[in-house]
């Protein structure tokens, strides 16, 4: 059965909502918009077709307040409401709401999220699967005595997972015999406070994983498949930075094997929508499972634009019932696409969060360019939510290339009224690891003293750039001059000049 859907609610704010949206106008469908106090003069809200308030800044009263959202789509007469990422996406509480309501829900059934949501009923139903896990136990450990027997049989060092957790919450690698059980009480006590929930399992320790994922997309009418891989190895703290696809390490073998597992994971739980399994892989081209994301994800574009899919548009006609339209055979990559994450972070004082008024902002733009993002000049980026600005997605026939067309692009980037990470990302892109492809998880770890090098003589030439940039403009606007050729170069030209010549003759 079929349900078109003419109106989506998006349960969601900043980059993302408004990506969802993008994809709905294309449709025809209407958008609806759900704001908090200081997200009234939001980008996601001039966009929408109706925006309503619901609450406080507050997550918790506002975008976490599953009978708001409900009532305010059943007030605005929506059929189906999209999560985007974070938030309440896989929440399968407001998942079972949705259904009770009879409003569609843009993601997957409450069972489907809670089975994937619960690590240990995870990997046990990716095991009847056939999809390979990494070695270790299917049950809670509880009593120290079978915890030791069986880290003893796995063999140090481990990795001690918390059941609730994912994303490395209440993880703890154990390489001594003699730290067993503090680890273990250490993982369950995390666990406990952060989930409300101290199960724990353990897992064989891989010690230079690389974090590959594969995107799938499933309909109600149980056909799978995978778009192939994203590269998500450059994170700190469990935060993903830098993600890129192809993966550099991957093969064609390697990518049937792995896509083949994506899609029986999928096909293990019935799955249908946009989804994300989540493997570890080593350079002896061994991969495991390790989670399953029941969402669109922060990196889809990079997968859009190699694979030429829309996948918010893919997840809208899944959501009506419709079969999918792409074949696995039609499924092909072209060229390399890199995206990068924009935030609003002080990258030499511990990446602490630097919300705040954005005063200016030039983006980059041209062949290969993408950005999604929300904020304009005189946007204040609130502290109450995550400070992502924006997320710069490169494009190029070349890894090559891709890697040149970003450091272009970000050098192009110009935002002043808030610290970025914009400084910092130029510097993965210098990386001979990065460049090389050659990086694994601990790749930010391995290069954290030439990431986070201050360079002086750099940081004076961006600020003098970003202040001549701005002298040069009003001078042009008040002289006129605008698309006339300048017979002396500027400043701020030899500054731009200069800089590329230097970074180039660096490797
Ligand atoms: C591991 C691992 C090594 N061995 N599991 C971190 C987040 C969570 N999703 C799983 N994580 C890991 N699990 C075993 N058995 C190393 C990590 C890990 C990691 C994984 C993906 C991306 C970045 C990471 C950084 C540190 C540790």
Redo the contacts with the bound molecule.
């Keep these: 059965m079929i349900t078109k859907i003419s109106k989506v609610l998006v349960a969601n704010r900043g980059e993302i909502a408004l990506r969802v949206m993008r994809s709905c106008r294309e449709l025809g469908i209407k958008s609806v918009a759900v704001y908090s106090d200081v997200d009234r003069t939001s980008m996601h809200v001039r966009y929408a077709d109706q925006a309503f308030h619901i609450g406080p800044a507050a997550s918790a009263e506002s975008y976490l307040n599953i009978e708001k959202i409900i009532e305010v789509a059943k007030q605005s007469k929506a059929d189906a409401i999209h999560p985007g990422y974070g938030f309440l996406s896989e929440n399968a509480e407001f998942s079972k709401r949705c259904q009770e309501e009879g409003i569609i829900f843009i993601g997957p059934t409450p069972e489907v999220i809670s089975t994937m949501g619960d690590k240990i009923t995870a990997r046990q139903t990716m095991i009847d699967g056939g999809v390979p896990v ?1 070695p ?1 136990t299917k049950e809670n450990l509880d009593d120290d005595e079978t915890a030791l027997k069986v880290i003893r049989e796995i063999g140090l060092p ?2 001690i ?1 918390a059941s609730a957790g ?3 919450k209440g ?1 703890r ?1 154990v390489d001594k015999e003699e730290n067993i059980l503090s680890a273990l009480r250490a993982a369950k006590s995390e666990a406990r406070s952060a989930f409300g929930d101290d199960s724990v399992y353990v ?5 230079s ?1 690389h ?1 590959i994922e594969f995107q799938i997309l499933g309909d109600q009418h149980g056909n799978v498949i995978h778009l192939c891989e994203r590269e ?2 450059v ?1 700190r703290r ?1 935060q993903k930075v830098v993600e890129e696809t192809p993966s550099p390490m991957m093969t064609p073998e390697l990518r049937n094997k792995m896509g083949e597992a994506a899609v029986a994971a999928a096909k293990a739980v019935d799955y249908y929508g946009a989804g994300t399994i ?1 493997f ?1 892989a080593d350079n002896d081209h061994n991969f ?1 499972f ?2 399953m994301n029941t969402r669109l994800q922060v990196e889809h574009p990079i997968t859009e634009r190699t694979t030429g899919y829309d996948l918010v548009k893919q997840q809208i006609l899944i959501a009506e019932g419709q079969k999918l339209d792409i074949k696995q055979e039609e499924v092909f990559q072209f060229g390399h696409a890199i995206e990068c994450r924009i935030y609003a972070e002080d990258t030499d004082n511990n990446f602490m969060p630097s919300p705040g008024l954005i005063t200016h902002i030039t983006e980059p733009m041209g062949l290969g360019v993408r950005t999604d993002g929300y904020v304009y000049e005189g946007y204040e980026i609130p502290i109450h939510y995550d400070p992502m600005i924006s997320k710069l997605i490169i494009w190029a026939r070349t890894r090559e290339e891709a890697i040149e067309r970003m450091r272009r692009a970000l050098y192009e980037y110009k935002i002043t009224g808030v610290k970025t990470s914009i400084k910092f990302l130029e510097r993965i892109m210098d990386c001979r690891d990065f460049r090389e492809g050659t990086y694994d ?2 790749f930010i770890q391995n290069n954290e003293e030439f990431l986070l090098a201050d360079d002086e003589a750099k940081q004076q030439f961006e600020d003098l750039a970003i202040v001549t940039a701005f002298l040069d403009y009003h001078h042009k606007l008040k002289n006129a001059q605008v698309g006339q050729e300048d017979s002396k170069s500027s400043r701020w030209k030899d500054f731009g000049r200069r800089r590329s010549v230097y970074r180039a003759s660096e490797n």
């Design positions: 990494v270790g481990v990795m997972k994912g994303g490395g993880m690698m897992e064989k320790y891989i010690s994983p974090h998500c190895s994170q469990h989540e570890l495991y390790l989670e998880t601990h």
